[in-house]
């Protein structure tokens, strides 16, 4: 084998090594942005679970604040007066995407001061929290009230809106009075 034959076939080993590790590289970032995902959304699964649970045992219908960012839910009614609450709110601390869903036993809700359930939650933002609503209150006469929850999880934002994935439930308050 002269050099010239060597070194070409040193070139070719070369560009084929090179779009081998081009095509690992690219399967574990795939991979890790997958998991990512997963993980986000889980999250979100989890905490639609507390608060369904949270909704479900509420005596009185719920306040809804802040654009539909945060929903507020009344226990332990005598006579028609709560005297205790839990909030739940999408808030971040910059005001900007990624969001979390945080839980609050008081009648307010922010990053600072709840318990963070879920996070990687993307909606446009007015003001510090999301503009399109993620809790929505809907009273049909002749039936309990219910809540809407719309959570928007994308553990991406780089990528736009590929990857997004959105968790919506519409949960019966079974101890609230029911609608004239």
Known sequence: MTLIELMTTMAILGFVLTGIVAVFSSGLHAEVDMDQRFQAQQNARLALVGMRSDVRSSCLAPTIGGSGASVTLSYGCSNGTATSWVTWCASS????????????????????????????????????????????????????????????????????????????????????????
């Open 93 to 180: 601390s910059n005001g900007v995407a990624p969001f979390g869903l945080y839980r609050q036993t008081s009648q307010s809700c922010a990053y600072n001061n709840g318990t963070q359930r879920a996070d990687e939650l993307e909606c446009a933002t007015a003001g510090g929290s999301c503009a399109s609503p993620v809790f929505a209150y809907t009273a049909v006469s002749g039936s309990r009230p219910q809540l809407q929850v719309n959570l928007p999880v994308d553990a991406n934002l780089t990528n736009g809106n590929v990857g997004a994935y959105t968790l919506t439930d519409t949960i019966t308050l079974r101890n609230a009075p029911v609608t004239p």
